[in-house]
């Protein structure tokens, strides 16, 4: 059984830092692409970011570029997002998704976690 099990969220004063990790079980991702996205309460789904199977090629959502940061380790089958001076409309559940069947930035992968909070408070 394919698993994706986000970590890392919690409550953070704006300009405060968090890293949400994603262990992968169940199949290797090493081969695939990978991304994390996040949805607030009573809006869609949105992109976050996205990076290549071999990690090489990353990409960002324009409101995120400069402050986040996606990385992964295939040997520990783990996506991570590195997210620093945080902003209040960064709250949001943020989900981590393996596998994209078509363009990164949209939310059409094979995969999904059932995703972790983060909080940033004013």
């Known amino acids: 059984q394919v698993q994706l099990v986000e970590s890392g969220g919690g409550l953070v004063q704006a300009g405060g830092s968090l890293r949400l990790s994603c262990a992968a079980s169940?199949?290797?991702?090493?081969?695939?692409?990978m991304g994390w996205f996040r949805q607030a309460p009573g809006k869609e789904r949105e992109f976050v970011a996205a990076?290549?199977?071999?990690?090489?090629?990353?990409s960002y959502a324009v409101s995120v570029k400069g402050r986040f940061t996606i990385s992964r380790d295939n040997a520990m089958n783990t996506l991570f997002l590195q997210m620093n001076s945080l902003k209040f409309e960064d709250t949001a559940a943020y989900y981590c998704?393996?596998?994209?069947?078509?363009?990164?930035?949209?939310?059409?992968?094979?995969?999904w976690g059932q995703g972790t909070q983060v909080t940033v408070s004013s």
């Open positions: 990076i290549s199977w071999d990690g090489t090629v990353t």
């Open positions: 998704a393996a596998d994209p069947r078509r363009n990164w930035a949209v939310a059409e992968y094979s995969y």
């Open positions: 169940g199949r290797t991702f090493s081969r695939s692409a």
